[in-house]
């Protein structure tokens, strides 16, 4: 994948836009997954995600081709998250009630036909619940354990993409899940 990448970078830097298009394809449901889980926005991870792409191509002639694309390239958009929360007020959240009904939020339109709804009504709190406290986790926390366990990326890439050393992501990975634990005992 990454030799991929890499004849795909060559051509972009010879001025074959359609090369970076071939990128984006490969990359952008990944990016836009990772986004999501930080932002817990559609329309914000779609335009951070959008970003992303437009700064990794404006700024393609310092990527180092020895590394994966895909980390220096989560790393955009990681960073780019972390400064979107930084500078978002709390204005909704998913949890969020939808106007004109009783009870409902933007998790009970998703449906399933195989649980049971009192299975579903479970789940979707359970999951909400999650999505929530990792919400309130500090920044560092987040970044790491949406990195860690619902992207599933590797401690090493973690590593490179929030430019810390491995221990402090260990470390922040472990306290993240301590805080994660505290914060869902009562469930």
Same mark, same amino acid.
């Given at each position: 994948?990454?030799?991929?990448? %890499?004849?795909?970078?060559?051509?972009?830097?010879?001025?074959?836009?359609?090369?970076?298009?071939?990128?984006?394809? =490969?990359?952008?449901?990944?990016?836009?997954?990772?986004?999501?889980?930080?932002?817990?926005?559609?329309?914000?991870?779609?335009?951070?995600?959008?970003?992303?792409?437009?700064?990794?191509?404006?700024?393609?002639?310092?990527?180092?081709?020895? &590394?994966?694309?895909? +980390?220096?390239?989560? &790393?955009?958009? +990681? %960073?780019?998250?972390?400064? &979107?929360?930084?500078?978002?007020?709390?204005?909704?959240?998913?949890?969020?009630?939808?106007?004109?009904?009783?009870?409902?939020?933007?998790?009970?339109?998703?449906?399933?036909?195989?649980?049971?709804?009192?299975?579903?009504?479970?789940?979707?709190?359970?999951?909400?619940?999650?999505?929530?406290? !990792?919400?309130?986790?500090?920044?560092?926390?987040?970044?790491?354990?949406?990195?860690?366990?619902?992207?599933?990326?590797?401690?090493?890439? !973690?590593?490179? !993409?929030?430019?810390?050393? =491995?221990?402090?992501?260990?470390?922040?990975?472990? &306290?993240?899940?301590?805080?994660?634990?505290?914060?869902?005992?009562?469930?």
């Amino acid at each position: 994948m990454n030799a991929l990448v %890499n004849k795909r970078i060559a051509k972009v830097l010879k001025g074959d836009q359609n090369a970076f298009a071939e990128i984006v394809e =490969l990359y952008q449901h990944q990016l836009f997954q990772i986004c999501y889980r930080m932002l817990g926005n559609k329309q914000e991870a779609e335009d951070i995600a959008q970003e992303a792409f437009m700064r990794a191509y404006v700024n393609i002639h310092t990527f180092d081709q020895n &590394r994966k694309f895909s +980390t220096w390239l989560y &790393r955009i958009a +990681t %960073n780019l998250c972390i400064d &979107r929360i930084r500078k978002k007020k709390p204005d909704y959240h998913l949890d969020a009630e939808v106007r004109g009904t009783e009870g409902l939020n933007m998790y009970s339109k998703v449906a399933n036909d195989d649980e049971l709804p009192e299975e579903e009504l479970m789940r979707m709190e359970v999951q909400e619940r999650v999505q929530y406290e !990792i919400s309130r986790l500090p920044d560092k926390y987040r970044a790491a354990i949406v990195l860690k366990y619902i992207e599933e990326l590797p401690l090493a890439e !973690i590593s490179e !993409i929030l430019d810390l050393p =491995l221990g402090t992501v260990k470390t922040r990975i472990h &306290r993240g899940r301590e805080a994660l634990r505290k914060q869902l005992s009562n469930l």
